[in-house]
């Protein structure tokens, strides 16, 4: 170092030193503390893991027995009950019932997929924790090895660094104390030379000079000696002081390589494969996670498919097909001849025919009036449906909100306060669908009393137009064809439930009906062409609502428009 | 009919039509018998539905209750844990705890939802139901008061049918009756006539012929009366039969108006808004499922990010940046001179410079021969990890299949059966996995004593090589500049861990390191430099794997090839 330094002493050199390497020593020994306490970390971490997917795997089995019992208690209800016995054949299950089936299945279905989860739980994920640990345990200690193997290379190395230093200490001293004994021997000779001049010069003896001469001599010697000596001792010195040097940088160099490299390497040995494994028993436990999630979904899926696919219409023609005696029309009232009458249709011959023609004018005011005033009543029942419509196919079933979690604090909505379910607004909402069902009863009785009264009338007015038209030819009564009408199951079977759900108006329905019905009803239908506002299904079947609507919500269990033929095909009246 | 038809007789025709009449008030009645009964069982499904529902509420709030506390388990043994404090930052949270404490707040997230899902079942789809139920029994009610007053008519109807039929019956009779007198009489005429022509031809005498006048016309007079009760007669009946053929048509259209139209209304009355309301209901139980599934997968995501995020390196980083004191690398070892020694490097003057000559071409021939041997061994290394990688990185974790819904049966796979867990494959792949690793810390072993030997050697003859090169004018370990070394934790700051996890070789981490490290290290890299291979971070720092298996698998908890700098940013040799 450079001159103005404070030169320091043997002792401290070594003082320091020794500082400096239990330094070392020291943060070797908290290393392998460090090392140890991450793997205890780790080990702690993995038996937490192993004792929460016990838990949660029973956890999952509780849920899915309760599951299992709830769908078992009420499929064994449905087993044995009355109704499915009717039902059991696919074609007659009623759209409804039908969701109520799905919803049992769905919860079959999360029963077993809990079950499957608390199995992979105990079976794979908690293994893979159980195998991490051992991983973990095994790489410890194996790492710890490897460390112990650093450690020791650095003491040896520092050991040998001690060695080295002390030795050039010796030799530096050594040549040190050569040094100062040569410098000794050069004053002493400078000075007998020094007092031989001044002899020689001033007083002269020559009892004295060999004498002198013998002693400066052996000056010379001695300086040649330690001179020698100093030689020999420098030399020490300096492959001393070499060997010093390259030690020491070679000691850096590996304290350096340690702390750079190879701390972190043996870190690196301890983690070899943790993060993997660990990362591998996750996805294990997402996949498991996902998988259930998307097997959810899809139950769900279709449940919500069959939701979409209630069909109040087809429920019904289900119920009345099932009960087809019931709602079989009866056969006709014909006209019976009294006691071989052969007159056999309305007479028009005078005398009465005035009196006949008469009554067909009066029939046909009185139907005007009617047909005006029930129109009106027709109109508000539309009206009135679609306000009820509105109503009943309000969108209130949105509660997702419900499951929204606020990142910043971890409460929920309360559900019950979501607006649909406010039971201030409920019982307003209810109230006023009562109301305006009321309503529309109370005129849908009025508008039911106007349209028998209309089909009376209009039946009398149309027998008695053709009557007073066509003269006694032939009567619409007795020209009925013979042919047997259609039985009603038959004509109306199920069609597949996709064209009916979609293609109602826009499929070949309309022809359908119109071969099917033709032959029959001709003569029936004649005696309303003449009303169509009357004879048309009533109001609950051809609400003049927008198509768009239909298609926005295609089986909201309303009625919907139909083409007025299709109840015909019933068999209109049966003539077995 | 025509007149081949049999002729019925009164009782007959009545009996026939009562017959008739007592047939379609069997089926009225069995129509509201059909509705009462489709009631019950929509109230019965109503019910069970409720039921279901009230007891699911039940199951999941067992079930998130049991999550919740699972959760809160581990979580306040978290709380109190020494952990706990250490990594309470943010940036000092390990990556792998981080997923730990992702699997508790996926458990608080399901406990949460699940609690939600009971609430709206309990306050929301069950009110749903019991307005359904209210509503079905009302409008049953109302429906059947409707079908009453339909009934109501068509037994009026079918009164007045009968009424107007035994009108023309009675009016026919008579009709018949009043037509058979008149024959009568014409008969007698006739006979009258025959005999009066026979006398007056054969036997005229003068007291008869008066006598017979007034017989005849008594006889014309009988029959002028008969033949105007039979035109009354005749004129009743034709009225009777009018009136009976006009009510038979009215009848019957009224008939088919209640079978073809009526009776459907009834139900539709029954079924309004059955349907929507049951949709709606059932819709909010989706919504709610549904809701809770994205809740479910929002928390599953993050998770899955977690895992993806685990980083090996990055944990390493924070442990060693948390025990900044014990992985600091000490001051280094300086050269100490000895009592005021101002030489203070290698000196190369003679005598000793043929000798260091000597050593430093050794050095040079011994340094090649251990580099090639060592680059074998790691080599080897390097073979080793990547099995040992492949092993560790299986993709093993896809449980999917236990969770395939086969249709036909209702059986699923057994989560156990599955390839990875099968026992006979676990213990053969772990053997092999520890047979692997165990060669791999041989022959790490085995090469760290090697790069330590090489990096002692290396030193030296580097020093050496300056030493003989440039003379004794300066000293590599004099010339260190006295500035501060950084400090570990200050200068590899986390940093954000995107661009820790994508932009690790291709982002500006380079040219970040060389800015760093390029004032501290250039004399100490120096050392390395003419030995790149064996200075590099040993082999688990720096495996060959090609980048593109990093970009598959970022975060599968191996350690990747890093820009070997990037550890001496820990502050080389602190001088302070």
Not at 151 to 180: G, P, R
Request: charged residues 25%; contains cysteine; hydrophobic residues 30%.
């Amino acid at each position: 170092m450079s001159s103005h330094t404070r030169v320091k002493k043997d002792k401290e050199i070594i003082g320091d030193y020794e500082t400096q390497v239990k330094e070392i020593r020291n943060q070797l020994v908290e290393q392998f503390r460090c090392l140890e306490q991450q793997s205890e970390s780790r080990l702690q971490l993995l038996q937490d893991l192993q004792e929460f997917f016990r838990r949660k795997a029973e956890l999952q089995l509780e849920y899915s027995r309760g599951l299992d019992k709830l769908a078992e208690r009420f499929s064994g209800k449905i087993r044995s009950s009355r109704e499915h016995q009717h039902f059991k054949k696919d074609q007659n299950l009623l759209s409804t019932v039908n969701c109520w089936y799905l919803v049992l299945n769905q919860t079959r279905r999360e029963s077993r997929d809990h079950a499957t989860l608390s199995d992979l739980y105990n079976n794979n994920v908690i293994f893979r924790l159980a195998h991490v640990g051992e991983d973990v345990i095994r790489l410890f200690k194996k790492s710890k090895d490897i460390g112990v193997q650093m450690h020791e290379e650095l003491v040896k190395v520092t050991n040998e660094l001690y060695t080295v230093m002390k030795t050039y200490h010796m030799y530096h001293a050594e040549s040190v104390s050569a040094e100062s004994k040569l410098k000794e021997a050069e004053k002493q000779e400078e000075k007998q030379i020094g007092k031989a001049n001044e002899v020689s010069t001033s007083l002269m003896r020559h009892d004295d000079r060999p004498q002198r001469r013998s002693s400066v001599k052996k000056m010379e010697k001695m300086k040649e000696k330690r001179q020698a000596k100093y030689s020999e001792n420098k030399l020490k010195c300096t492959k001393a002081r070499n060997d010093y040097l390259l030690n020491l940088a070679a000691t850096n160099a590996l304290v350096a390589k340690y702390y750079i490299h190879d701390v972190s390497d043996m870190i690196d040995c301890c983690d070899m494969g943790y993060h993997a494994s660990l990362a591998r028993t996750l996805r294990t436990y997402l996949s498991a996670e996902y998988s259930l999630e998307t097997s959810r979904h899809e139950g769900l899926d279709q449940l919500e498919g069959a939701v979409d696919a209630m069909d109040v219409r087809g429920d019904k023609h289900r119920v009345m097909d099932m009960h087809s005696q019931i709602f079989c029309p009866p056969t006709r009232f014909d006209y019976q001849p009294h006691m071989g009458d052969e007159v056999c249709q309305v007479s028009a011959q005078q005398p009465v025919q005035t009196e006949l023609l008469m009554r067909h004018h009066q029939l046909q005011s009185r139907l005007g009036t009617l047909k005006i005033e029930n129109e009106e009543v027709r109109k508000t029942l539309d009206a009135t449906m679609q306000t009820l419509q509105d109503m009943l196919t309000v969108e209130d079933f949105d509660v997702s909100e419900a499951f929204q979690h606020s990142q910043s604090t971890e409460s929920v909505k309360s559900a019950s306060s979501d607006s649909y379910m406010s039971k201030v607004n409920v019982a307003k909402r209810r109230a006023n669908q009562q109301e305006t069902e009321g309503f529309y009863f109370t005129k849908f009785k009025e508008y039911l009393n106007g349209s028998n009264l209309i089909v009376k009338l209009q039946a009398k007015h149309d027998l008695l137009k053709q009557t007073l038209g066509e003269g006694e030819n032939n009567s619409p009564v007795t020209m009925l064809p013979p042919t047997l009408p259609p039985k009603p199951g038959r004509m109306r079977k199920p069609r597949p439930r996709s064209i009916f759900n979609h293609k109602l108006f826009n499929g070949n329905m309309e022809a359908f009906i119109k071969v099917l019905t033709a032959p029959y009803l001709a003569p029936m239908w004649s005696l309303c062409v003449h009303s169509p506002s009357i004879l048309q299904p009533p109001p609950i079947l051809h609400h003049s609502h927008p198509p768009s609507s239909h298609m926005a919500s295609p089986s909201l269990g309303l009625p919907r428009p139909l083409p007025r033929p299709i109840s015909t095909a019933f068999g209109l009246f049966s003539q077995a």
